[in-house]
């Protein structure tokens, strides 16, 4: 008999206070119900106050003065926090294929007021938002592993993997951006929490695209004994260049604890077969990530209920995989 099940981990706002305090938030939280309290009275009869003309006037002028002083200077927040946006640099767009014209970067991006923050990695795979300032619009980027330690770099640096979709705003902005100009972050939010030390024995990271961004930082942070990542690509220019490089640099600097598969849709792509030899035997977590399209076929399609997104029922290749052989798999979404 199979035993599988979608697990949603979901915590309210947390604080953490300290000599480096950050705050970070988790997805989905749902509202709580507070008590209705009222409270009426009958308010006095208002009086008014008479001004001379001229100091009515004078008033007035000084009010414009000071608001047009200070438009421009209210301050900004330093640090990223999920409630406003911190000012970021661009410092770097490196192409990922070998072959141009490349349509799919790693930005490297540097807080704008020093020493930056560093984000709770080890929580969970994280997400940060970025702003599209024109449109007034954001979308959520998941941070790289720096070639340093698991999350940021020490200096709060961080990088995304983002791929120029067409006719894409957000995605279009982001490739028009040159080095040093500004980019707007939100956050960080916790999309993910890892399982705790003895709840499974092996993470499979089933990831489409950019969806391998994911899948390396919870490689680099997961508490698991094992992990192993099935990357499925369109084209192997993907998996080239400096994604090539990221990957490298991660297996070799945790041997032993992580493996990347690699699956080309024109030679074959993920197999039932392959899903099976990767969850058979053991404690199993499977997270997913990448397009919807993807994520549907893989794992079954999320879906929206009160304006939330949820994991949906399981489907897809994992769900067949379980009917046929069993398995003791909890499965997630991204």
Known sequence: MATFALRTRFLPHLRHSGPHSCTYQFRNVPPINR?????????RKPTRLKLPPTLSLFVAVSGLIYYAA?????????????????????TSK??????????????????AHHPGQQLPF?????????????????RSYTPLPSSGTGGG??????????????????????????????????????????????????????????????????AANSLAP???????????????????????RLVQ???????????????????IQDVERGIEGRKVAVVV???EGFIKWVAGEKVWRGGREEQGELGGIVRKVLERSGGEVTVFKL
Do not use: C
């Open 153 to 218: 770099g020490d200096d709060g640096a961080l990088r995304f993997l983002v791929k120029r979709e067409p006719g894409g705003e957000m995605t279009g902005y982001l490739f028009s951006l040159g080095v040093e100009d500004k980019v707007f972050l939100r956050g960080p939010t916790v999309e993910y929490i890892f399982p705790p030390v003895g709840e499974v024995d092996k993470t499979l990271f089933i990831a489409g695209g950019t969806g391998i961004a994911p899948a390396l930082q919870l």
């Open 253 to 271: 600097k945790i041997k032993g604890k992580v493996s990347v598969r690699v699956f080309v849709d024109a030679e074959g792509g993920i197999r």
């Open 94 to 111: 490196t192409p990922v294929t070998t072959s141009p014209p490349s349509h799919t970067a790693i930005f490297s991006l540097r807080p």
């Open 226 to 248: 094992e992990t192993e990542i099935f990357w499925a690509v369109r084209r192997r220019a993907e998996t080239e260049g400096a994604m090539a490089e990221e990957v490298e």
């Open 289 to 291: 990530s990448g397009p």
């Open 35 to 43: 008590a209705q309290h009222t409270h009426t009275h009958t308010p």
């Open 70 to 90: 200070t438009l421009h200077i209210s301050p900004q927040p330093k640090t990223l926090n999920p409630q406003t946006f911190t000012t970021y640099i661009l």
């Open 122 to 138: 080890g929580q969970g795979i994280l997400s940060v938002q970025i702003k599209q300032p024109q449109l007034q619009i954001a």
